[in-house]
């Protein structure tokens, strides 16, 4: 149709007709042509400024960032990229100020008892090794920052094996009632010497749980020792509650309690509410870290109910049989 067309249209031209049709015809596409290349390039000059800018980062935020609207969806894939370069970043700051921050209280914590150590050793040396009535007395002070600097080491070992997740997991099913009485004996003199009641309520002996029991050694070791270290008097209770499909294990005591506003805070490594007050007592603040770790790796939660002066709740689900 068009061909026969054009050819009727060009039958009833004369040559020269034909040939400034034609000059025409090119004409008019180089200048198409030439206005769609000069756009382009305008287009593309304008994403190399854009690029620029964010290279240089003179952008304040996405917004900043437009395009003609024919070029709207590079626009926003541009945006999109610039939001996730941000947010990538204020990621990688946010690391690099925890590693910074960890390093800082690993090597404040360190310090701590390597110079208390060094202290009574120099005191010994100085002349008290010959006093009867303090050497001893020295010593064993010196022996505890011992124990407390392994203590501190074996978290931290802990602490990088779980976070840099090379602690392998051995879940499996086992016995809740004896396990939970073993741990509680354990603690019972612990207790007794500060007057303090540590008692398992009673437990159906059949229940089974899934986890890791030695793992989960290290969190009732971790909330019961906070339950009596945090107690002045009065009780812990150590118990479980069965539901359908799961079993609650809870640590309750009816010590100082935690602020409302250090709740969440609490798991944070090296986060104390009273540092000088858990220094004293040995504490570095790896404890509840620790447990909040090993709990999230049974894919569970530790809860935390809290009122000050009255008592804390420490509490997690397990899977039951
Ligand atoms: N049962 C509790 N009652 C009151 N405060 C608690 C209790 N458990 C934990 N806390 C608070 O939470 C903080 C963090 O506990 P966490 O067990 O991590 O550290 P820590 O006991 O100070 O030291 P660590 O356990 O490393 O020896 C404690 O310093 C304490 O302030
Ligand atoms: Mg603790």
Request: no cysteine; proline share 2%; glycine share 4%.
């Amino acid at each position: 149709m068009l061909i026969s067309f054009l050819t009727l249209f060009f039958a009833k031209l004369n040559a020269l007709q034909i040939i400034s049709a034609t000059i025409v015809f090119f004409l008019s596409i180089t200048l198409i042509t030439l206005y769609f290349y000069k756009k382009r390039i305008a287009e593309i000059k304008l994403i190399k400024e854009i690029i620029e800018y964010i290279r240089k980062n003179k952008f304040s935020s996405s917004n900043e960032i437009k395009l003609p609207n024919s070029l709207s969806e590079l626009e926003s894939e541009i945006k999109k990229m610039y939001d996730k370069m941000i947010s990538d970043i204020a990621h990688l700051k946010k690391l690099e100020q925890i590693r910074t921050e960890f390093l800082g209280n690993v090597s404040h914590e360190l310090r701590t008892p390597i110079f208390a150590i060094q202290g009574y050793i120099e005191t010994l040396l100085n002349g008290a090794i010959e006093d009867e009535k303090v050497n001893r007395t020295f010593l064993q002070k010196a022996n505890q920052h011992v124990i407390n600097l392994n203590n501190l080491l074996n978290d931290l070992i802990d602490i990088s094996m779980i976070e840099s997740k090379q602690m392998k997991m051995s879940l499996r099913f086992f016995k809740i009632a004896p396990f939970l009485e073993s741990v509680v004996n354990e603690f019972i003199p612990y207790a007794e010497k500060k007057n303090i009641e540590l008692k398992l309520l009673p437990i159906d002996s059949n229940i089974e749980v899934f986890g890791d029991k030695e793992r989960l050694r290290q969190v009732m070791n971790n909330l019961i020792t906070n339950a009596i270290k945090y107690t002045e008097k009065g009780s812990v209770e150590v118990g479980i509650i069965e539901y359908d499909k799961n079993v609650r294990i809870f640590v309750k005591d009816t010590g100082i309690g935690i602020p409302e506003k250090d709740l969440e805070r609490i798991f944070e490594r090296f986060y104390r509410v009273d540092k000088n007050r858990s220094r004293e007592m040995g504490g570095t603040g790896l404890g509840l870290a620790i447990v909040k770790h090993i709990i999230e790796a049974h894919n569970s939660k530790v809860e935390v109910k809290s009122q000050l002066g009255k008592g804390s709740e420490f509490s997690f689900l397990l899977k039951k049989i």
